[in-house]
């Protein structure tokens, strides 16, 4: 299922706390993640990619899959401190047109992807390389942080981390997600009036015994 890129550029102004709200808390790549480019963020359908442990071949054979605004999501069967990317991958990558790379290995190179600047994320940063001996599959699921991730979902990605979004679910994600934002800055606006979120929330009914007291109280 196609998602037009009005939408997609709605997820990615959403962001990945939101999203993943909208989700139903339901998504989340739970991997520590770095932003190899500060400040970037990204919205876009996955092309998966699943690699043997500590081998990148298929990485190599996925790039001319590519497709224009597509997001890079790679997984091994566990997260390992080895490069499947570096700088040369990258190059090719933006030569195809891809949105983001997300992968549960590390990347190297990393000034040189600053300056490159696509946007990626991964757990590592390391020098180590790996292996192209291995064949894996091109989009078919894969696992990664704890999540599936099909081909044509939609990877949300910020400063954050990351979240897959099911195709068929991004219509209801996004109307879930506006209302969310429409709930937070009617609560932004009376927090900045000095409205507490414990008497908000109701927790002060709820946890009468936690009621803020100025700190020179003595019971």
């Given at each position: 299922?196609?998602?037009?890129?009005?939408?997609?550029?709605?997820?990615?102004?959403?962001?990945?706390?939101?999203?993943?709200?909208?989700?139903?808390r339901d998504g989340l790549i739970d991997l520590p993640?770095?932003?190899v480019v500060p400040g970037a963020a990204v919205a876009g359908p996955a092309?998966?990619?699943?690699?043997?442990?500590g081998d990148n071949l298929m990485v190599h054979a996925a790039i001319p899959h590519l497709r224009m605004g597509e997001v890079l999501v790679v997984a091994m069967p566990e997260p390992e401190p080895v490069a499947l990317a570096g700088d040369l991958l990258v190059t090719q990558m933006i030569a195809r047109g891809a949105a983001g790379l997300v992968l549960n290995g590390a990347v190297r190179d990393s000034a040189a992807l600053q300056r490159l600047g696509l946007p990626i994320?991964?757990?590592f940063v390391r020098v180590r390389g790996?292996?192209?001996s291995a064949a894996g599959t091109i989009g078919d699921p894969i696992e990664i942080g704890g999540t599936t991730v099909r081909n044509g979902d939609v990877i949300v990605a910020d400063a954050d981390g990351a979240v897959a979004v099911p195709a068929d679910r991004v219509a209801d994600v996004l109307?879930?997600?506006?209302?969310?934002?429409?709930?937070?800055?009617?609560?932004?606006?009376?927090?900045?009036?000095?409205?507490?979120?414990?008497e908000l929330y109701g927790l002060d009914r709820d946890w009468p015994h936690l009621a803020t007291r100025d700190r020179d109280d003595r019971p």
């Open positions: 299922m196609a998602v037009d890129a009005a939408a997609l550029e709605a997820l990615a102004r959403f962001g990945t706390a939101t999203v993943y709200e909208a989700c139903g993640l770095r932003s092309r998966t990619v699943s690699c043997e442990q994320w991964a757990p790996s292996q192209r109307d879930t997600a506006r209302e969310r934002e429409r709930d937070e800055q009617d609560k932004q606006a009376q927090f900045e009036r000095g409205v507490m979120s414990f």
